[in-house]
T-cell receptor, first 115, second 112 residues
Framework: GEDVEQSLFLSVREGDSSVINCTYT??????LYWYKQEPGAGLQLLTY?????DMKQDQRLTVLLNKKDKHLSLRIADTQTGDSAIYFC???????????????FGTGTQLKVEL | DTEVTQTPKHLVMGMTNKKSLKCEQH?????MYWYKQKAKKPPELMFV???????INESVPSRFSPECPNSSLLNLHLHALQPEDSALYLC???????????FGPGTRLTVL
């Protein structure tokens, strides 16, 4: 995860918008993902964006991609207490020796939603 | 349905024990993965199977032995583990090895 950077912690009030940022390094990445991980649980796929897109919206989630700056963000509208979790961005890199793509995860951002 | 199941949910084992972790998916996915995740860290890739053949081994110690008996099932056999191997072990699957990965809930492993 050292090539994909995220801020470690974000605290917001319930009802506000949350913006989680991610900086990646591989300009050849084809897909970029956002996963959510609640305590003691696995990773839940939230959304993903293809590298030739600038924006994708899915209900309360908006993903923005700035390919020039290699910057990805996830905006959560009307943040709820159930959104409290760790959020990982991940980039999909190809060219593995055995074929296929490898997910390189960011360091993760702990989102805390306060009442 | 994008469900990947893993058993057991929790496992405690001694350093001389032999145990296995199990992962199952019925989505027709042809690629399956094992990841290791330490607390407050991102997951680290261990193994990739594509069409039931091991395609990637990320220099994992031989005390971890993966097995893919069929296209729906992935096992991780554990033997002579060390306390530092204690972690959350995550399984994932994807349609092909280049596609979006879906994760299971994980097995929390503690090695005493």
């Amino acid at each position: 995860g050292e090539d994909v950077e995220q801020s470690l912690f974000l605290s917001v009030r319930e009802g506000d918008s949350s913006v989680i940022n991610c900086t990646y390094t591989d300009s050849s990445s084809t897909y970029l993902y956002w996963y959510k991980q609640e305590p003691g649980a696995g990773l839940q796929l939230l959304t993903y964006i293809f590298s030739n897109m600038d924006m994708k919206q899915d209900q309360r989630l908006t993903v923005l991609l700035n390919k020039k700056d290699k910057h990805l963000s996830l905006r959560i509208a009307d943040t709820q207490t159930g959104d409290s979790a760790i959020y990982f961005c991940a980039e999909s890199r190809g060219g593995l020796t055995g074929g296929g793509n490898k997910l390189t995860f960011g360091t993760g951002t702990q989102l805390k939603v306060e009442l | 349905d994008t469900e990947v199941t893993q058993t057991p949910k929790h496992l405690v084992m001694g350093m001389t024990n032999k145990k296995s972790l199990k992962c199952e998916q019925h989505m027709g996915h042809r690629a399956m993965y094992w990841y290791k995740q330490k607390a407050k860290k991102p997951p680290e890739l261990m193994f990739v199977y594509s069409y039931e053949k091991l395609s990637i081994n990320e220099s994992v110690p031989s005390r971890f032995s993966p097995e893919c008996p069929n296209s729906s099932l992935l096992n991780l056999h554990l033997h002579a583990l060390q306390p530092e191997d204690s972690a959350l072990y995550l399984c994932a699957s994807s349609q092909e090895a280049t596609d979006t990965q879906y994760f299971g809930p994980g097995t929390r492993l503690t090695v005493l």
